[in-house]
């Protein structure tokens, strides 16, 4: 049974650091496209960074500079490291792999805030 957990999260203040985390269990993550994705309030869900194999990356150009993408293949974990934090960075944050179909996580809250 795919299953997608991702503990972490929080309120940080603009500037500040946050690391996500998303544990799979299920599949390997170090055979599958793993995203992350992120909604704001009263906005679409929206692509942030992904991952496939060690070097194929790609992240939405608000997040590039700032948000690191990283997979431990050993805890088969997925990780989104998030510096330089904004309050336009306030959203659920979800964790998505895709598989031979599309699987979430049930969502994370990070808000940016003084």
């Known amino acids: 049974q795919v299953q997608l957990v991702e503990p972490g999260g929080g309120l940080v203040q603009p500037g500040g650091s946050l690391r996500l985390s998303c544990a799979a269990s299920?599949?390997?993550?170090?055979?599958?496209?793993m995203n992350w994705y992120r909604q704001a309030p009263g906005k679409e869900r929206e692509f942030v960074a992904g991952i496939r194999g060690a070097y194929n990356i790609n992240y939405a150009g608000a997040v590039k500079g700032r948000f690191t993408i990283s997979g431990d293949n050993a805890k088969n974990t997925l990780y989104l490291q998030m510096n330089s934090l904004k309050p336009e960075d306030t959203a659920v944050y979800y964790c998505n792999a895709n598989i031979y179909a599309a699987y979430w996580g049930r969502g994370t809250q990070v808000t940016v805030s003084s």
């Open positions: 299920g599949f390997s993550i170090s055979s599958s496209v």
